[in-house]
């Protein structure tokens, strides 16, 4: 099976796919994207041979390997662009910070919260905007297991829920660090 391979249709929908990454992905390039699948392709010709001039096939697996990078470069980006960064304790902090007016939040700044063990400092009233900011964009169940755990401090009925709630606070941690960054 050494028959030869028309590369030109594989390398234009690499091309098509990149464009489309960079237009959504700021932060990569129109040649790296395209180099990544290209080679990609090629690594793993023996595996998309049965299948590679199936069009559809090659730019599902095109685009896949382009978001695949982007949001690899995207991660490695955030990682290290020295800009504040939430982690899911923080965010859980903040949340438990809800049943606290901004008022009395003034007044503990720089003190140990007796209620969530937790020390106060000066960018929980950030915290706390951004994770409002965030909170609209969970899925209703998901907002209503981080308001139910989190929040208000009741226990969760089962595993699932207490999973589900986790779940949630890391999808808020990323739509926060995400609104950060873009300010949005």
């Given at each position: 099976m050494t028959e030869e391979i028309d590369w030109e249709p594989l390398i234009e929908t690499a091309g098509r796919v990149a464009r489309q990454i960079t237009e959504k992905w700021s932060v990569v390039e129109y040649d790296d994207v395209k180099q990544e699948i290209?080679?990609?392709?090629?690594?793993?010709l023996q595996s998309l041979r049965p299948r590679i001039t199936d069009g559809?096939?090659?730019?599902?697996?095109?685009?896949?390997?382009?978001?695949r990078y982007a949001s690899k470069e995207r991660n490695h980006y955030d990682l290290h662009d020295d800009e504040y960064w939430y982690t899911p304790d923080e965010v859980r902090i903040a949340?438990?910070?809800?049943?606290h007016s901004d008022e009395e939040i003034g007044k503990v700044?720089?003190?140990?919260?007796?209620?969530?063990?937790?020390?106060?400092?000066?960018?929980?009233?950030?915290?706390?905007?951004?994770?409002t900011?965030?909170?609209?964009?969970?899925t209703k169940s998901q907002h209503e297991a981080v308001y139910r755990l989190f929040v208000f401090g009741l226990p969760a009925t089962d595993e699932t829920q207490r999973r589900a709630a986790y779940r949630a606070v890391?999808?808020?941690?990323?739509?926060?660090?995400?609104?950060v960054r873009t300010g949005r």
């Open positions: 290209c080679y990609y392709l090629v690594e793993n559809d096939f090659i730019y599902s697996v095109c685009m896949v390997v382009g978001k949340l438990k910070s809800f049943v700044i720089g003190k140990k919260d007796d209620l969530t063990n937790a020390y106060i400092s000066d960018n929980i009233v950030t915290a706390r905007l951004d994770a900011r965030a909170l609209g964009k969970l890391d999808n808020l941690t990323k739509y926060m660090n995400w609104n």
